[in-house]
């Protein structure tokens, strides 16, 4: 009864994570942390011990985690970066956390009924603001600093796309699972609401997300055995159709995607040129590199970039743009970590993900391979992005990392060594 009690709690703990990522930073963390805390207080073995210190991942994970308090101690101001590299450790129980929990509830998929029912409240939420401006519960307007992009439960942050885009391929990836026996007139349906999905992060008005889960969606339907060659030609078709119907029905969305794409690179030579140096992205990308030419080694330290570019004496002198990160993953990498940071993080996160890619395809589990192409996405280049390891980012990046493991016998952590003592 008391074993029964702890699963539930545990399991709970998981299906809510969703939600508290919604309540903030300080909630999804709670949440974290109690998770880790009743995997090693109710179910950690001496056992667990020797296999976890034996497995790659976990040693790849540790490995970046030295490192990352090294890039602690060599930062330009440490005390800015120390809370973000000391505690990226929590993500590496977390990981382990979410690896026994499937372990234990034998790959049993039922806590993502309640991850999907946040989910498209969230989803319905984004429409409703969109085409009444503001959220169910009056959040929003059309006269914020970030203009007319949605913003959902969050308030004051333009995020919306970015927990939709986290969420999405897990979702839907879980929902095809569910009906991949049904008969033929039911197997619509997912393909239906994955692309009410896709259209909802279009209607965020956050391009850059909107990008990356439509080269996602490309990628979901290509590696799903859910579709015939033909079905997915039609279905890839019909997404794009729809995506620019969306568009044309909404000025703010035209503008934001046509419009200011189109001015950019077609209209004359010299006013493109203008517009070049006006384009904020290219200034941020631009102010990125001069960091890193500045700090090629080493870089300036974890989420001290704002401490270099808004510094008085360096702003004008750099030609730097002040503000907290470069918005653009490999830049971020570049002028935060240098070569060798860069190079150690980005070897790390490669040979964990791509070194279970064969079981991944050859499984046809839909969930990992939602989770997969989420975090493949994140690597775009040129694309924008947010800072890779604030809080809410690298949550969303690490929980699916960690479910692309945990959800499949045959790459979950703890089932090659364990599973004889069941």
Not at 49 to 59: E, F
Not at 108 to 135: A, C, H, M, P, Q
Not at 217 to 244: G, H, M
Not at 285 to 291: A, D, F, I, T, W
Request: glycine share 4%; proline share 2%.
């Amino acid at each position: 009864m008391i074993k029964k009690l702890n699963i539930n709690l545990y399991d709970s703990l998981f299906a809510l994570l969703p939600l508290s990522i919604i309540f903030g930073p300080a909630v999804s963390l709670i949440n974290i942390f109690l998770l880790i805390l009743i995997y090693f207080f109710k179910y950690f073995q001496k056992d667990h011990l020797n296999y976890i210190l034996k497995n790659k991942a976990i040693i790849l994970f540790f490995l970046l985690n030295l490192y990352l308090i090294f890039n602690t101690l060599i930062s330009i101001e440490p005390s800015s970066g120390i809370f973000r590299n000391f505690g990226f450790v929590r993500f590496i129980f977390l990981f382990i956390a979410i690896n026994y929990l499937f372990y234990i509830k034998k790959y049993d998929f039922s806590s993502f009924k309640i991850w999907t029912v946040i989910f498209l409240i969230v989803v319905f939420d984004v429409y409703f603001e969109r085409y009444n401006g503001t959220n169910i519960l009056g959040f929003g307007s059309e006269d914020q600093d970030f203009g007319r992009r949605v913003i959902s439960f969050f308030k004051d942050e333009p995020i919306a796309g970015s927990y939709l885009s986290g969420l999405l391929f897990i979702i839907s990836g879980y929902i095809f699972t569910i009906f991949k026996n049904k008969n033929k007139s039911l197997k619509i349906i997912p393909s239906l609401l994955l692309l009410i999905f896709l259209t909802s992060v279009l209607v965020t008005g956050e391009r850059s997300n909107t990008i990356k889960v439509f080269v996602g969606f490309l990628l979901f339907v290509f590696f799903l055995d859910y579709f015939k060659l033909k079905f997915k030609i039609l279905f890839s078709a019909t997404f794009i159709i729809i995506f620019f119907i969306a568009l044309y029905q909404s000025e703010y969305l035209k503008e934001r995607y046509i419009e200011q794409m189109y001015n950019l690179f077609f209209t004359s030579e010299v006013k493109a040129q203008e517009d070049l140096k006006k384009n904020q992205y290219l200034r941020l990308y631009k102010s990125g590199l001069s960091v890193f030419q500045k700090h090629p080694v080493f870089g300036v330290g974890n989420k001290n970039y704002r401490v270099e570019t808004c510094h008085e004496d360096k702003h004008d002198k750099f030609d730097y743009y002040c503000t907290t990160h470069p918005h653009q993953i490999y830049i971020e990498f570049l002028s935060e970590h240098g070569i060798v940071g860069t190079v150690i993080s980005l070897s790390v996160f490669f040979i964990i993900i791509f070194k279970i890619l064969r079981q991944i395809i050859d499984s046809q589990n839909y969930i990992q391979i939602g989770t997969f192409i989420y975090i493949i996405t994140n690597f775009l280049p040129i694309i924008p992005s947010g800072a890779f390891f604030s809080d809410f980012n690298v949550t969303f990046f690490m929980i699916n990392l960690s479910l692309m493991y945990a959800v499949n016998s045959k790459t979950n952590i703890f089932e090659r060594n364990l599973s004889k003592g069941r």
